[in-house]
T-cell receptor, first 112, second 112 residues
Framework: DAGVIQSPRHEVTEMGQEVTLRCKPI?????LFWYRQTMMRGLELLIYFNNNVPIDDSGMPEDRFSAKMPNASFSTLKIQPSEPRDSAVYFCASSFYGGEQFFGPGTRLTVL | GDSVTQMEGPVTLSEEAFLTINCTYTATGYPSLFWYVQYPGEGLQLLLK?????DKGSNKGFEATYRKETTSFHLEKGSVQVSDSAVYFCALTQGSQGNLIFGKGTKLSVKP
């Protein structure tokens, strides 16, 4: 298996632009997690899905952030409009029924 | 709420030195405990885990024992190598949902 796939690996955008991050979980996994990593705040869970249904989005910073999982093999995290403070590395992870989480390589987002 | 506290880094050691990274947790119930490792430019990888009190997780020469009486899960390795240089995260999860709560991470640098 290719593991969790994230795209793009790097994204540089200007303040106010829309940003869409993509994740393909490992085939057969039913849970998907979005994390954000910054120097100041460490690793934070933004949202997670079980069987494509959002379970807990309390970590989503504000209404500018939204996440979808239209099917078992694809999820997006969208920021609109983006702000410089959104600059971070965003990780996607997947697991099978609460087991070990497998992380993708991350998307490094820079908002100028 | 549940939380994880791990020692501040960075930690710098010489090759073959003994490593301890302290981790304590606050949680209701009986969490599962994990150590994840993040190599430069990569996502997190599970290093070891323990699911109940007195369990010892081990992998690649690293060990950690789930101590309920001290709410601790300290990571140890008897002889570190340069290739162990990475950031180490202690984490916990409750129940079957699987959402991880991470510590801030401890950066380890091993010098030849």
């Amino acid at each position: 298996d290719a593991g969790v796939i994230q795209s793009p690996r790097h994204e540089v955008t200007e303040m106010g632009q829309e940003v869409t991050l993509r994740c393909k979980p490992i085939s057969g996994h039913n849970s998907l997690f979005w994390y954000r990593q910054t120097m100041m705040r460490g690793l934070e869970l933004l949202i997670y899905f079980n069987n494509n249904v959002p379970i807990d989005d309390s970590g989503m910073p504000e209404d500018r952030f939204s996440a979808k999982m239209p099917n078992a093999s694809f999820s997006t995290l969208k920021i609109q409009p983006s702000e410089p403070r959104d600059s971070a590395v965003y990780f996607c992870a997947s697991s099978f029924y609460g087991g070990e989480q497998f992380f993708g390589p991350g998307t490094r987002l820079t908002v100028l | 709420g549940d939380s994880v506290t791990q020692m501040e880094g960075p930690v710098t050691l010489s090759e073959e030195a003994f490593l301890t990274i302290n981790c304590t947790y606050t949680a209701t119930g009986y969490p599962s405990l994990f150590w994840y490792v993040q190599y430069p430019g990569e996502g997190l990888q599970l290093l070891l885990k323990a699911t109940k009190a007195d369990d010892k997780g081990s992998n690649k020469g690293f060990e950690a024992t789930y101590r309920k009486e001290t709410t601790s899960f300290h990571l140890e390795k008897g002889s570190v190598q340069v290739s162990d240089s990475a950031v180490y995260f202690c984490a916990l999860t409750q129940g079957s949902q699987g959402n991880l709560i991470f510590g801030k991470g401890t950066k380890l640098s091993v010098k030849p």
